[in-house]
C-alpha cells in the first residue's frame, strides 16, 4: 500500500492567515488528490493533480491553492484562512494504469480556524 | 455527474447482530464502487472494491457488499458485527471523468453496542 503521510496533524490557526498543509508520498504514485471532509457532507475534491505540470481544480477549489513541488509531493495553501475552513482534510494517491481508481489516503490533518 | 446517497445517518446495532449499510449511485456507466471505513481519529481505510465480474464483493475485516445495477445499489454487509466495527463507514463511486477522483456518501456512523 501507498505510504501516504501528511503535516501538520492537527493544526488551530487565525482567521487571515496563511497555512500549507503538505502531503508526502512514498510509492511512486503519479496522481495525488486533496479532499476536505465536513461532518455530514462525506469528502470534496479540493483539487488534484496528476504530475509536477498537470494541476486541476475540484468542486471546492475556492480561496484555496496549490503546489506539486515533486512527483510524491503535492501542498495545499489557504491564502487567507477563514472560519468554514474548519475541516479535516486529507491528502491521496492513485496507482497508474486503467484502474487508477483506488485511493490510498493520508491520515488527515484537523484544521481549525479561530 | 454522479453521485452517492447513504440514506442511514446513523445506526445502532447490538455486537454479533448482523449488519447491512446502504448505498445507492448515480452514474451513467457501468461505476467503480468503494467502500471505506474511517474510525474515530483515523484517516479512511478501504473495505472492499467493485470493479467489474462477480457482483458479490469480500473485503477484509469480514465484510461484504453486493452491486445491484438494477437497483443502482452496492449495499455492504456483515453477519455478526463487533465492538470494533464501531466507525464511519462511505460509499464512493469511481469518477466517469479522467481526473480518476472519487464521488463520496456523506457516510454512516455505526455504533455498536454490548
Known amino acids: 500500500d501507498a505510504d501516504v503521510t501528511q503535516t501538520p496533524r492537527n493544526r488551530i490557526t487565525k482567521t487571515g492567515k496563511r497555512i500549507m498543509l503538505e502531503c508526502s508520498q512514498t510509492?511512486?504514485?503519479?496522481?495525488m488528490y486533496w479532499y476536505r471532509q465536513d461532518p455530514g457532507l462525506g469528502l470534496q475534491l479540493i483539487y488534484y493533480?496528476?504530475?509536477?505540470?498537470?494541476?486541476n481544480k475540484g468542486e471546492i477549489s475556492d480561496g484555496y491553492s496549490v503546489s506539486r513541488q515533486a512527483q510524491a509531493k503535492f501542498s495545499l495553501s489557504l491564502e487567507s484562512a477563514i472560519p468554514n475552513q474548519t475541516a479535516l482534510y486529507f491528502c491521496a494517491t492513485t496507482v497508474p494504469g486503467q484502474l487508477s481508481y483506488e485511493q490510498y489516503f493520508g491520515p488527515g490533518t484537523r484544521l481549525t480556524v479561530t | 455527474a454522479q453521485s452517492v446517497t447513504q440514506p442511514d445517518i446513523h445506526i445502532t446495532v447490538s455486537e454479533g447482530a448482523s449488519l447491512e449499510l446502504r448505498c445507492n449511485y448515480s452514474?451513467?456507466?457501468?461505476?467503480?464502487l468503494f467502500w471505506y471505513v474511517q474510525s474515530p481519529g483515523q484517516g479512511l481505510q478501504l473495505l472492499l472494491k467493485?470493479?467489474?465480474?462477480?457482483?458479490l464483493v469480500q473485503g477484509i475485516k469480514g465484510f461484504e457488499a453486493e452491486f445491484k445495477r438494477s437497483q443502482s445499489s452496492f449495499n455492504l454487509r456483515k453477519p455478526s458485527v463487533q465492538w470494533s466495527d464501531a466507525a464511519e463507514y462511505f460509499c464512493a463511486v469511481g469518477a466517469a471523468t479522467g481526473r480518476r477522483a472519487l464521488t463520496f456518501g456523506s457516510g454512516t456512523r455505526l455504533q455498536v453496542q454490548p
Open positions: 452514474y451513467g456507466a457501468t461505476p467503480y
Open positions: 467493485y470493479f467489474s465480474g462477480d457482483t
Open positions: 510509492k511512486g504514485h503519479d496522481r
Open positions: 493533480s496528476f504530475d509536477v505540470k498537470d494541476i
